[in-house]
């Protein structure tokens, strides 16, 4: 895997974790897991989880797309 792609990834990756980890402990702080979906309250956490996690990402890799790099310069990602 090539450095620039690996640092694209962790800067995409880890500060989406850290918010997804935050925004699951809000939401299950407000409601119980039990009466969102019907499953258990672990498969309900788990899903949770991964689903904000995803948003997170999208949002953190739009950023990326969207950062403006002036011409002749290369992203340093």
């Known amino acids: ?4 792609l690996l ?4 800067s995409v990756l880890w500060p ?6 935050l925004i699951v402990g809000c ?5 119980e897991p039990e009466h969102l979906a019907g499953m258990s309250p672990m498969a309900t956490y788990t899903i949770g989880f991964f689903g ?7 949002g953190c890799l739009l950023t990326c797309y969207l950062l403006v790099v002036p011409e ?5 990602f």
Do not use: D, N, Q, Y
């Open 1 to 4: 895997m090539k450095k620039g």
């Open 52 to 58: 904000f996690w995803a948003l997170s990402a999208l």
């Open 27 to 31: 939401v299950f702080s407000l409601f």
């Open 72 to 76: 002749g310069e290369h992203p340093r």
């Open 16 to 21: 989406s974790f850290l918010t997804a980890a």
């Open 7 to 10: 640092r694209l990834a962790m």
